[in-house]
């Protein structure tokens, strides 16, 4: 059977701040320069899924884009949008959490949905923070 992959896109809107605990304010401005505001910014985050396999003969689908778009929706869509990622997510704790870095986010998201998109399927995210900044994760 060929090998094809499916895309599904979303989006979501969401505050965060970038810094380093460890470091001083001035340390975090240097490093992250306006994204180290204590008043957090936002973005209109864009998502690409990507998911790789064999057609299948029964049904001509990768995938069915009814299940990925609802998978999208429940774990991604629903858990990120509106948020402010180092208040409301625990993987992004201020205290000991992650740093909630277009790349930290994209990892977080790959996690999320091979969780629920079959093993055998290849899973693939591209994380868009702005239209010129973008990230890719799958898997490695």
Not at 1 to 22: E, G, S
Not at 29 to 49: D, M, R, S, T
Not at 102 to 117: D, P
Request: aromatic share 10%; net charge neutral; proline share 3%.
């Amino acid at each position: 059977m060929p090998i094809v992959t499916v895309h599904r896109k979303a989006h979501f809107n969401a505050a965060h701040r970038l810094y380093n605990n460890n470091w001083s304010d001035a340390r975090n401005v240097e490093i992250f320069g306006k994204c180290a505001n204590p008043n957090y910014h936002g973005h209109n985050y864009g998502l690409i899924v990507a998911v790789t396999g064999s057609i299948d003969i029964n049904t001509g689908f990768v995938m069915d884009m009814k299940v990925l778009k609802d998978i999208i929706k429940t774990e991604i869509e629903d858990y990120f949008d509106h948020k402010n990622l180092n208040e409301q997510l625990i993987e992004f704790n201020p205290k000991d959490g992650l740093n909630p870095t277009a790349e930290n986010i994209s990892v977080i998201i790959w996690n999320k949905l091979r969780l629920k998109i079959d093993a055998t399927l290849n899973l693939k995210v591209t994380l868009y923070e702005t239209e010129r900044n973008f990230v890719t994760y799958c898997g490695l």
